[in-house]
């Protein structure tokens, strides 16, 4: 079974920047085998697939946070990271760590989440 736990969540004005970490443990193969990715929640509004990464190669993006937003992972730290850049307060929600299938994207574990606040 894999395990994901994030951090790095936190308050921050608009333009600032946060790094998230996902530390993956317990099955950390699947960093080989599946995509990572992060997923972020906010009241009110439908949760949205924010980034993906496809075995350390291929990044996807939501319209909403490309050319800010970068998501990487370091499979010798068994580690995924989101780099924020240019937060907006729209930015702010809990986020999501997740590992799911690249072809059906069936999330077939989620963390425990992180909560992102940016202020106007």
């Known amino acids: 079974q894999v395990h994901l736990v994030e951090s790095g969540g936190g308050s921050v004005q608009a333009g600032g920047s946060l790094r998230l970490t996902c530390v993956v443990s317990g099955a950390t193969y699947i960093m080989y085998t599946h995509c990572m990715g992060w997923f972020r929640e906010a009241p009110g509004k439908e949760r949205e697939e924010v980034a993906t990464?496809?075995?350390?190669?291929?990044?996807s993006y939501a319209d909403s946070v490309k050319g800010r937003f970068t998501i990487s992972q370091d499979n010798a730290k068994n580690t995924l990271y989101l780099q924020m850049n240019s937060l907006k307060p729209e930015d702010t929600a809990m986020y999501y760590c997740?590992?799911?299938?690249?072809?059906?994207?069936?999330?077939?574990?989620w963390g425990q989440g992180t909560q992102v606040t940016v202020s106007s």
């Open positions: 990464i496809r075995r350390n190669d291929i990044a």
């Open positions: 997740v590992a799911r299938t690249c072809s059906a994207g069936n999330v077939i574990q």
